[in-house]
């Protein structure tokens, strides 16, 4: 079943400075940063395609583009002869790639047109990762090899190795690259990570594309144990969270883009694939939760795997920042549960920055005395967990500017949850003991 869903408001924008690519401007509430689009070529032909992209995607996000070119190491043998050969041979690479890496540059990028070249020495992943750190890089451009047997694995272990390192998306470009493709489809799982690459995905598109949300089931493999075949519950579930996430993202979408979504039953990343190449899709977007056996359960395979069998582009990102993985989970989902510890300080923290100065009531809902109401009409000013005491501390002010000042202490904390609103907006904050929950709801303003 395929739905579509028109955007329609444009996003607000953020100034471009004078040296920068001028393209359609950058909304500032996304999480990515607006650094330059960083390119990783060695300036060989098979490469042109990846700075095309990274030219025409810097130029939509607003942003300038730098290309990085790494010189790896040259094999070490173990006779002096050969480490005096090897040392000759460094001293003639440098400026035979970096002439070769420019005169590509020059060739396809218009006159006038603002970039910088980095050449580094080292591991081509850590040192293209180094740059994109150093440049605070929105993006990562990499070329895909050739889809042979030796191409195939160089192709797919390049882009794996810095989509683990890199905390910005890894864009890895087909040769034929041209344009920003118009028809992109998005792997989700209803998971952060997901979530993002569909948010990633959206800053390059225009009026007129197309994005289609892909939900598959997880397929078996060694360490995942069979998933039963969508039942009727399951797939109404599936359909709710994607008209949910469908309707948040288009809150973001540059006016004028289609949104569509469509589940795919008992799929792989093959069929992924397929559904992509038949759709007309140049770019599949993915998300992914980490190395090892995490990383597969997005979508039933890994962020790898697409990288390695997709003939089209692929924008993989990387796990969302910790404070960020509660907004983006509220984009799927009405509700939020964190029950880890680890992540209340810095949960507590966003909701405490994003509600500052509502009106909200408070509740204790005990299961014996019922709901019990503590306070109404009172202003919040944060929350805060303690880890060495184990609870949990509800703030309020009577006013702008009162000194009076009301804190409700929680203790025995077992888990917390958030509830959100349709509009984007936070609902409502509960905290959780064994017998009872405390239930701070916000007033709708």
């Known amino acids: 079943m395929t739905n579509t869903l028109h955007a329609t408001p444009p996003r607000a924008g953020t100034r471009v400075e004078p040296t920068q690519t001028r393209g359609r401007p950058i909304d500032a509430t996304y999480p990515f940063r607006n650094g330059p689009v960083v390119l990783a070529s060695d300036g060989r032909e098979q490469s042109d395609g990846s700075l095309i992209a990274a030219r025409l995607v810097a130029a939509r996000l607003g942003v300038p583009f730098e290309v990085v070119t790494v ?113 992109t489809v998005v792997a989700t799982d209803f998971a952060p990570p997901s979530i993002r690459a569909a948010e990633a995905t959206l800053r390059l598109l225009e009026a007129g594309d197309t994005l289609t949300l892909v939900h598959a089931v997880p397929v078996y493999d060694a360490y995942i144990p069979p998933s039963p075949p969508l039942t009727s519950d399951s797939r109404a579930r599936a359909e709710s969270s994607m008209s949910h996430l469908r309707s948040a993202l288009a809150l973001r979408a540059p006016a004028g883009v289609t949104l569509k979504t469509h589940i795919i039953d008992g799929g792989v990343e093959w069929d992924l694939i397929e559904y992509a190449r038949a759709q007309g899709a140049g770019l599949i977007a993915v998300g992914t939760h980490g190395p090892g056996v995490w990383e597969r359960l997005f979508v039933g395979s890994s962020a ?142």
């Open 71 to 183: 010189l790896e190491p040259l094999p070490v043998y173990g006779t002096s002869d050969g480490d005096e050969l090897a040392a000759l041979a460094e001293v003639d690479r440098r400026p035979i790639r970096e002439a070769r890496v420019r005169r590509q540059i020059e060739t396809l990028t218009p006159q006038g047109e603002h970039w910088l070249l980095h050449v580094r020495y080292g591991s081509f992943a850590h040192e293209v990762a180094a740059v994109a750190r150093e440049r605070a890089a929105s993006l990562v451009v990499v070329g895909a090899a050739p889809h042979h047997r030796l191409g195939f694995v160089v192709a797919g272990a390049r882009a794996a190795q810095l989509l683990h390192i890199l905390d910005c998306p890894v864009l890895s470009t087909a040769p034929e690259f041209t344009g920003v493709p118009s028809r």
């Open 304 to 445: 790898s795997s697409i990288l390695h069998a997709a003939k089209s582009s692929v924008l993989a990102c990387p796990p969302p920042p910790a404070a960020d993985r509660v907004r983006l989970q509220l984009q799927a989902t009405d509700t939020v549960t964190l029950p880890r510890q680890d992540d209340w300080q810095t949960f507590l923290t966003d909701v405490s920055t994003r509600n500052a100065g509502r009106t909200a009531s408070l509740e204790i809902d005990d299961p014996d005395l019922g709901a019990q109401i503590q306070g109404v009409g009172l202003r919040f000013t944060g929350a805060a967990y303690d880890p060495h005491d184990d609870r949990v501390e509800l703030m309020f002010g009577s006013g702008p500017h009162s000194t009076q000042h009301l804190t409700h202490t929680i203790g025995s904390v077992t888990n917390l949850a958030l509830l959100g609103g349709a509009d984007g907006r936070d609902r409502a904050l509960e905290v959780h003991q064994q017998r009872e929950s405390t239930i701070l709801t916000f007033a709708v303003e």
